[in-house]
């Protein structure tokens, strides 16, 4: 069989240069850390790997997500405490001095203090977020939850942030909601719809009028708005327990992702550096070869 000068010229020279070309793929791969660097090399698997990268993506969105419920929760807990305890101060002065052994000057000094906690009250009502925004307000974050009396500027709607494909978390609450109105019932009267902030007023003049009857009709409606408070927190300690658990699950998610992707994508350095090192010697070996082959002449044989 005979085989000609540019048959064998043309084999060696596609030996070679499929050694070159796998052997810069290696080095290639070890570069980057990376096993597909160009989707053509293994199509199927690079479009497999840019699902998993939009699926982390999306999941480390929802993350961020519920990072910020969790925040404005724990805000929205950490204010309602304070209410809580200042409620319960309003709810001893109520007590205290609707007893008919005190004196009118006595009640106009709770009464200052009663419109101090007032204040102290709406300011924990119109809390903000790191970003400004109002945690009280329904959707209406931009402005404050209340008036400077007492009026509520929000609305029912209530705000909240994509945690999960089809979760939503609720971080912004309607403050009506919160500050609750309470019904008043007046002999003789229709009944009516008296506003959280309203009441407290309501009691602090009492109190600064020397007005018994109205004082102690303030403690049963303080008790009531208080209630309405202590509801509130502990939806949002239920809140803050769901967002804790679903923020576990999207974890857990993530790592199985993330784990996935690696294997898919990451290098075995180990196992590339003697792959690499094989198709080196090869390619030295190819590489002589052609070079003590191509020289070869009749001569040498004669």
Known sequence: MKISTNLFFD???????????????????????KKIN???EAPEQASTLQRLRTLIQQQESFQRNIDLVNERLQTQDASLSGVNDLMQRLRELSIQYTNGTLGADQR??????????????????????????????GSRVQAPAFSAGGVYLGDQTPSGAPVGSSRLAQSHRAGDDVFVDVIRKTPGQPDKAVGFFK???????????????????????????????????????????????????????????????????????????SKMQKQMLALEAAQSSFAKISGLSLFQYL
Do not use: C, P
């Open 38 to 40: 160009n989707a053509s």
């Open 108 to 137: 106009r000094i709770a009464a200052i203090e009663v419109r101090g906690i007032r204040e102290q009250v709406l300011s924990l009502a119109n809390t903000v977020d790191s970003t400004g925004k109002a945690l009280f307000a």
């Open 11 to 33: 084999r060696a020279s596609s030996q070679i240069t499929a050694g070159q070309k796998q052997l810069a793929e290696v080095q290639v791969q070890l570069a980057s850390g």
């Open 199 to 273: 009441v407290i007023d309501d009691l602090a003049n009492a109190l600064e009028t020397n007005d018994l009857d109205a004082a102690r009709r303030g403690i049963d409606e303080v008790n009531i708005i208080h209630q309405g408070v202590s509801l509130a927190q502990a939806d949002i300690g239920a809140d803050l327990n769901l967002a804790d658990s679903q923020s576990n699950v999207l974890r857990e998610q993530l790592l199985q992702l993330k784990s996935l992707q690696s294997d898919m994508q990451d290098v075995d350095y180990a196992e590339s550096v």
